[in-house]
């Protein structure tokens, strides 16, 4: 069996389907792990989420901020523009059955055989590995149960930016959900900031990559997204696979079950609407 990490779709089906055929992959023997954002923006979301939910157990998938910005329009908490791709998705027929399941998408997945752990986004520097997987846990619950719009229309925010374990209720959720789908940059103490999102290096000098700050996480294999302006970024440790298809660059594939990396990458075309929100 061949496992392959594959960075942010973000409805650009047509490329996943000519990544998957660059790799010969083999629904009833190979593993997709996909980082999450799996829809908006690009033309086919409703083709890419039906394609990731026939593959069941075959695909790996943790929840990124445009999914969870999907989940949250079907809600009637954020709004859906006229022309986002996300409405052949909530106008369809199976809409219910889409997003329970897209709802029931974790925020984090671990592999002890693989000492992997994959995200969207990333950890707050206060996070090992069963802290992480406890705040997940919680989040997870609240997604998942009947009342999850009551949580969701308190989800949005950016205040609290920094971890503290005795926070409660949705001020904890919120950081939680945060730092899993929507974190770059943080400060030395860990307050996160998400008005940037531009390449590595021209942020504020007090501002660094949440992975260039003294973490508990550091000895883990980590596996993540959510940044296309990074792009790749391949470390011991460290496997970021958003590479801007959306944008125009490339989709890519990282086999994960070999000693070493293996990348695979297809060009794109750009396909963005800058009218979805997410």
Known sequence: MAVYAIGDIQGCFSELEQLLDKINFDASADQLWLVGDLVNRGPQSLETI??????????????GNHDIHLIACYAGIQNCKPKSSLNKILHHQQADEIINWLRHRPLLHYDSRLNWLMVHAGLIP???????????????AQLTSEKYIEFLKHAYGNIPN?????????????????????????????RMDFGYKGPLGT???????????PRKSENLNIIFGHWSALGLKQTHNLLGLDTGCLWGSQLTAARI???????HQIDCSAKVNITDGG
């Not at 206060?126 to 997987?133: P, R």
Request: glycine share 2%; hydrophobic share 40%; aromatic share 10%.
């Open 50 to 63: 039906q394609f990731v939910r026939a593959l069941g157990d075959s695909a790996k998938c943790v929840l």
């Open 126 to 140: 206060q996070w090992d590995l069963v802290t992480a997987q406890k705040c997940a846990s919680e989040v997870e």
């Open 162 to 190: 920094q971890w503290n374990a005795e926070l409660s209720d949705q001020d904890r959720w919120r950081v939680i959900l945060n730092s899993f789908t929507r974190l770059r940059l943080c400060d030395q103490q860990g």
């Open 203 to 213: 942020q504020e000098k007090h501002l660094f990559a949440w992975f260039d700050v």
């Open 257 to 263: 079950d070999t000693e070493q990396i293996v990348l």
